[in-house]
């Protein structure tokens, strides 16, 4: 069989081929995508001594609109000389990719999580290292909205919604919202609002606030959180169970259950 060539990202189809399956490119040379780059592409040097870096980290499918959004480190998608800066969506029916709205700016932007909560499934929450939404660095006519290293796209209306201002200073890895819209994210979060936050905190539709302490390493150090997930119990008699390496403040959420994994 011929080798598919793919940057990154690629498509199993296992009704292809007889049923034997098909790879393919996310990628259509033919007018009018013409693309000429099978997925994404080079990142800019963020180490100084590493060379280019060029990853996915984060998937997310919106089934009603065909619409796959591709979050990771790369400069470009679908075609080489077309900038889209670290957050892409590529639609599977045109097989044209896009910025998300006019796209993500900041130093060394880099996008960890890209989640279509089931509690709030016309919504994208997109999450990682970031500081406006709705531009790119480059641009020059678009303001956009400050929302630091998280914020939610409306799928429904192809607009960005800052969170608030977003948590400066911190880097989210995760992002999950209970029934009630409440928004928990975890990550490299020491402090929100001038309060020690050990990695966790929640959004209740105006505000950020802390998790009590949030957690902590061995060495008092605040945790890296690498997961949150929503669940509908509360979980104060469980929580302790689903911790990994880490110890967790006394006070937890309702319809909350946070899976934490740290280094340090």
Not at 108 to 127: F, G, R, T
Not at 237 to 250: F, G, H, K, P, T
Request: aromatic letters at 8%; one cysteine or more.
């Amino acid at each position: 069989d011929a080798q598919v060539v793919a940057h990154h990202i690629a498509l199993w189809d296992p009704a292809a081929a007889d049923g034997q399956g098909r790879w393919s490119a996310l990628c259509n040379p033919s007018p009018p995508t013409r693309c000429n780059q099978g997925g994404i592409g080079e990142g800019e040097d963020r180490s100084g001594d590493i060379g280019k870096l060029e990853y996915v980290f984060a998937l997310a499918l919106h089934e009603p609109t065909s619409r796959l959004f591709v979050g990771g480190i790369f400069e470009s998608a679908g075609q080489v000389f077309a900038p889209i800066q670290s957050l892409a969506v590529y639609d599977l029916k045109t097989m044209a990719w896009k910025r998300v709205g006019h796209g993500i700016s900041g130093p060394n932007v880099v996008i960890h999580s890209l989640i279509i909560p089931a509690n709030d499934p016309e919504k994208l929450y997109v999450a990682g290292s970031f500081q406006v939404v709705d531009k790119q660095n480059e641009d020059l006519f678009f303001t956009g909205q400050v929302s630091h290293s998280v914020a939610r796209f409306a799928l429904n209306s192809n607009s960005w919604e800052a969170l608030a201002t977003g948590i400066p200073d911190a880097v989210v890895r995760t992002v999950a919202v209970t029934k009630d819209k409440k928004v928990y994210v975890g990550g490299d979060i020491d402090s929100v609002n001038g309060q020690p936050a050990g990695g966790l905190a929640m959004f209740d539709g105006a505000t950020w606030s802390t998790l009590g302490q949030g957690a902590v390493n061995e060495d008092g150090t605040p945790a890296r959180i690498y997961k949150v997930i929503a669940v509908d119990q509360g979980v104060g008699e469980i929580v302790s169970s689903r911790l990994l390496d880490s110890a967790a403040s006394a006070t937890h959420p309702s319809n909350m259950l946070p899976l934490l994994s740290t280094i340090g």
